[in-house]
């Protein structure tokens, strides 16, 4: 199911990214409809001195949210209202009353079935599996 990668800078206290990791799952289940039991966020907090816009440093918060879906398994319209929703929080958790940087991203990354899996099983195979059980019941 979806993985989500989030580099954030300047780096923000545990309990802030606790609530943005609840917030972003939840959005990953209401809008797009994942699964949160295996919905994975990866958080990575880097220092402003590492982290460039426009080849400077940037001083002011930033963010880059990547989630990686199975392709087709969502609308257009799904994933522009995840755009927004996703940038939204973002902005509340992190901007510390300041705006995001405008250079802050949210990424949706689709991933053909056969392509990625968890458990061990692609997201194909769950497909295949998924469509056989009716024949089966027969």
């Known amino acids: 199911m979806p993985t989500l990668q989030l580099k954030i800078s300047p780096p923000a206290p545990a309990d802030v990214q606790d609530a943005l990791a609840r917030e972003l799952t939840e959005l990953t ?3 797009l409809g994942k699964r949160p039991e295996v919905t994975a966020l990866l958080v990575e907090a880097l220092p402003a001195a590492q982290w460039y816009i426009g080849a400077r440093a940037d001083a002011g918060p930033t963010a880059w ?3 990686s879906i199975t392709a087709g398994t969502n609308t257009a319209a799904q994933k522009a209202d995840y755009i ?5 929080a973002l902005q509340r958790h992190l901007g510390a009353g300041q705006p995001l940087a405008l250079a802050s991203y949210v ?3 689709e ?3 056969g392509d990625w899996g968890y458990g061990g099983q692609t997201q194909l195979a ?4 998924r469509q056989a059980l009716p024949a089966q019941a027969k």
């Open 126 to 129: 769950r497909q295949l599996r």
């Open 107 to 109: 990424i949706v990354r």
């Open 65 to 67: 949210l990547e989630i």
């Open 84 to 88: 927004v929703a996703t940038h939204a």
């Open 29 to 31: 289940a209401g809008i």
């Open 111 to 113: 991933l053909a079935a």
